[in-house]
């Protein structure tokens, strides 16, 4: 398994794991059981990121550093981020913020929001769709949402968020297989500029 293609699952919610982080943990297990993927999380609950400042990379701590790494050296990276305010938290901004336009640059990228209802269904995906956008990543062009309906006991019950997520995640590693990111253009204007 150690070519094969690098899927970075990242839950980006400061609150301890809870709904959207066993999604994930699901989507993980599933992809896994297909065979070829290698599949890694960042929960961001449980990894100390520091403030975003404006100092170059190699100044932040260590998780701070090596969570850019993971990010940089992934395949595809999947992000998961509940809606929190009518967007998506603070937190994963500010990973954001310290991660340099080249580890998100023509990677696959897809995008799964969870909220309390239906009703803010695209308040994580217009706005996170942006933020990638500044990046050059290739977001998948669907998204994933999930609510609380979708779980019980704090697992992951609904099929058809099942099916999405699973459906997601192979659009990710198809993209990843098939495109090659040094072919794709033109360069995004972040990385023009920086």
Known sequence: MADAPGLLMLVGAATP?????????????????G?????EILNLAETPIDICDGRPLESYGEATRQAVV?????AAVLIGAPVYRASYPGVLKNLLDIVPVEALQNKPVGIVAMGGSPHHYLAVDTQLRQVLAWF?????????YVTG??????????????KE?????DTLMTLARRLDPA???PMPLAAKFT
Do not use: H, K
């Open 17 to 33: 794991p809870g709904r959207l982080a066993a999604a994930i943990a699901t989507t993980a297990e599933a992809a896994r059981t």
């Open 35 to 39: 065979g070829d993927v290698a599949v």
């Open 70 to 74: 993971r990010i940089a050296a992934a």
């Open 136 to 144: 050059g990543a290739l977001v998948a062009p669907t998204s994933v």
């Open 149 to 162: 309906g979708d779980f019980r006991d704090g697992e992951l019950t609904s099929e058809t968020a099942r």
């Open 165 to 169: 997520l699973v459906a997601l995640t």
């Open 183 to 185: 072919s794709l253009g």
